[in-house]
């Protein structure tokens, strides 16, 4: 399975914390059955974060092996969240070579701005899931800095989880949940083989 990076939120205590997470393949255990590597941020507050969740999934450091490799003094202390949320979130031409207009970024940052759709669906092949999280940089890149924060994502979305705020899932563009999208009129679904036609009205598509 490919490398799934999420940005999901949810309430607790009263207050709004962000998980920003790394979950990839981690071979067999001892019993040969597959094991999963996930590497978790919570995050309370994003004053500053100015970057956004996407900028920082794709500069954080997250771990790719267990036992870490890393030295002990390192592990020790968690990379800083601050360090890495410099960069902002950039058009790196993404969406222009994957479905021929960097206008479904707009679309997309849209409908979260909006709220015009309770959820959006990417559905990709699979030789498009590397270029998904730069996808979500370029969405980002789309929005106002204080509003970077409201687009919650998961590049390679499993089954949903009741209280966790998810608004853009990425599935494979054979499985269950793109079709039940696809079908979905409540769903802003993008094939990205043969995505909708956009609305050069818009200002965030022009």
């Known amino acids: 399975n490919p490398v799934n990076y999420s940005h999901q939120s949810f309430k607790h205590g009263g207050k709004n914390i962000h998980v920003l997470s790394a979950t990839r393949d981690a071979g067999l255990d001892y019993t040969q059955r597959s094991n999963k590597l996930s590497h978790h941020v919570a995050i309370t507050k994003t004053n500053g974060l100015l970057a956004g969740p996407a900028a ?12 870490s490799t890393r030295p002990a003094e390192s592990r020790n202390k968690p990379p800083s969240i601050q360090k890495h949320a410099g960069n902002l979130p950039e058009f790196k031409g993404s969406w222009k070579e994957l479905v021929g207009d960097a206008g479904y970024a707009g679309m997309i940052a849209e409908a979260i701005v909006t ?10 092949s699979v030789d498009q899931h590397r270029s998904i999280l730069n996808l979500m940089l370029e969405i980002t890149a789309v929005l106002p ?17 009741a209280g966790r705020d998810c608004k853009i899932r990425c599935v494979s563009n054979t ?21 909708p036609s956009l609305d050069d009205a818009s200002p965030y598509v022009a």
Do not use: D, M
Not at 145 to 161: G, L, N
Not at 175 to 195: F, W
């Open 56 to 67: 920082i999934l794709s500069a954080f450091p997250f771990e790719t092996e267990w036992p």
């Open 115 to 124: 709220g015009s759709k309770r959820r959006i669906c990417i559905a990709y």
């Open 145 to 161: 800095p204080e509003q970077r924060w409201q687009a919650t994502f998961s590049t390679f979305a499993q089954k949903a989880v």
């Open 175 to 195: 499985s269950p949940e793109s079709t039940r999208a696809a079908n979905n009129p409540h769903v802003l679904y993008i094939n990205l083989e043969s995505p």
